[in-house]
């Protein structure tokens, strides 16, 4: 949505906008490329297989996925070199971001000890080592050493396209129901993937669903 | 038995009762009684609650009345969900009480290795239905599967299946008999073996064929047993949830499979509606108990207790 201008929300958070023109014009791209020009596959030809499965047996060429991706691809794709990029976008380039948080229980009898140890999980260089060395994700905190050996790991042989996506950060809407406004969204989406609705009447469902169940304060 | 040899033999069957009384009144009367009360809250399952100090509090805190039940029903969705668990049921009852009649007959018939046959129909029973599940998934795929490369041996073009809003659902009413036939043809052999051989002599004596013997005997003494088992596919059926959850993510393409259970289960502990999802649950039960009120009221029309 946001690589075509669109989004989720309006800009004051209290409208859903998911049947904009935008919004619809970028889903009819999508599906255009799996219905019409058939360069993404159909649920049918994905039969059934994950695309990390797919794209590991070199059937498809291209994915969509995150750094968490790295170890298990360098590891299983022996017969293909691989490599990553910036998303192109249309109108703005758009990186979906997410991030891990850790909280400490307000009624803890071990406030200072459950702090310590959010301090060293969260910043210490220690913790920054074990995360880039486990490949899953990045540290929160910049260390030029660590992170100089992650950037030197390859494949893929550009990981510097981790650090540039940074300046592209989308984040998903922080509200209550998130989980069912995605698979709201999510089974609409794949209503307009198989052909059944077209963009303009999944998006519209779509909206008319969000604006009875999601409640946005 | 008198009055008072009934209460001194209760007295003694206590303490050998109490500890399944105990399981049973943790486990399913309490939840049952704080579903009533959840069902008319918007509790979201998360926020603590104790039964035995804050519970009336926060139902008299978090209390919407009726209006759960208002919003299920008003909403496409449950109509939906339960047109899926109708699809099943017409699918899934009739193939399952002929597949395990078949299994029952081939268990009686008295053949060699008959104790292998039996082994083997009984295996899928004892699998667990995530295995069971998963292998299904690979049967059913369309391009790689064994199903649609048997059927093409025959020369059909298999369907999609799991990915395909028409053949979800047979999909998994498949993997469903393939796990059920076992359970139901070992209690139909149960009810073929307690059938007085001498009723199917007479009839041979009487100039009955096999196909008369069948329709006019077996069948009709084996009534009790079949219906034991409507009643209980029925329930089952209703209760659709591991295979959905497995086979198909999301509950199929466009919603093709999504049950009832599947909503409760991600109404609760996804969306965490635990109010919303008791009140699907509650109206769950109320369907169940109709429809089984119905059969039980139908029996004394086709089920024969005389033999």
Request: glycine fraction near 8%.
């Amino acid at each position: 949505m946001q690589q075509n201008g669109g989004n989720v929300l309006s800009a004051d958070k209290k409208t859903f906008t998911v049947n904009s023109a935008a919004n619809v014009a970028a889903l009819q791209f999508m599906v255009d490329r799996v219905l019409k020009s058939n360069v993404m596959p159909t649920a049918k030809q994905f039969g059934g297989m994950g695309d990390w499965d797919m794209f590991k047996a070199g059937k498809l060429g291209m994915i969509v996925t995150g750094i968490w991706a790295f170890s298990d691809f360098a590891k299983n794709i022996t017969d293909f070199e691989w490599d990553i990029a910036v998303e192109p976008g249309n109108t703005a380039k758009a990186t979906h971001f997410f991030s891990n948080g850790i909280v400490v229980n307000k009624d803890t009898k071990v406030a200072d000890a459950a702090f310590q140890w959010v301090r060293f999980a969260c910043s210490s260089k220690e913790a920054a080592q074990i995360r880039i060395d486990a490949s899953w994700e990045l540290p929160p905190v910049t260390y030029p050493e660590v992170l100089a050996g992650y950037l030197k790991i390859t494949p893929p042989a550009h990981r510097q396209v981790v650090f540039d996506t940074l300046s592209y950060l989308v984040t998903p809407p922080v509200i209550e129901q998130l989980t069912e406004m995605s698979d709201i969204i999510g089974a609409e989406l794949t209503a307009a993937a198989t052909g059944a609705k077209t963009p303009q009447q999944a998006l519209d469902d779509a909206q008319k669903a969000l604006e009875e169940k999601i409640k946005l304060s | 038995m008198t009055s008072r040899s009934y209460q001194r033999g209760f007295r003694m069957a206590l303490p050998f009762l109490l500890p399944s009384l105990a399981g049973m009144l943790l486990f399913s009367v309490i939840p049952i009684v704080v579903a009533i009360f959840l069902g008319f809250t918007e509790w979201n399952g998360l926020s603590k609650i104790n039964l035995t100090s804050g519970f009336f509090p926060m139902i008299v805190d978090q209390w919407v009345g009726l209006k759960n039940y208002g919003q299920i029903l008003g909403d496409k969705e449950f109509w939906r969900v339960l047109g899926n668990t109708g699809y099943y049921i017409v699918l899934y009852v009739p193939s399952i009480l002929i597949a395990s009649t078949i299994v029952a007959m081939i268990l009686n018939s008295g053949r060699k290795m008959i104790g292998l046959y039996r082994i083997l129909y009984y295996i899928p029973v004892l699998t667990s239905w995530v295995a069971g599940a998963l292998i299904w998934k690979w049967v059913l795929s369309p391009d790689l599967g064994a199903m649609n490369n048997i059927l093409s041996l025959i020369g059909i073009h298999g369907p999609a299946w799991l990915q395909d809003k028409t053949w979800a659902m047979p999909g998994i009413v498949l993997a469903s008999i393939w796990k059920d036939a076992g359970f139901f043809g070992l209690i139909l052999l149960g009810g073929l073996q307690g059938i007085d051989p001498t009723y199917s002599e007479a009839a041979g004596i009487d100039g009955a064929n096999r196909l008369q013997k069948l329709f006019r005997i077996t069948i009709p003494l084996l009534t009790p047993v079949l219906f034991f088992i409507l009643v209980i596919t029925l329930i089952n059926s209703f209760q659709l949830f591991p295979q959905v959850m497995i086979m198909t993510t999301d509950a199929g393409p466009n919603g093709a499979t999504q049950s009832m259970v599947e909503r409760i289960y991600k109404y609760a502990f996804k969306y965490f509606k635990m109010g919303y999802a008791s009140s699907f649950a509650w109206l769950l039960f109320l369907i169940i108990f109709f429809f089984t009120s119905i059969q039980m009221k139908m029996q004394d029309k086709w089920v024969n207790y005389d033999a």
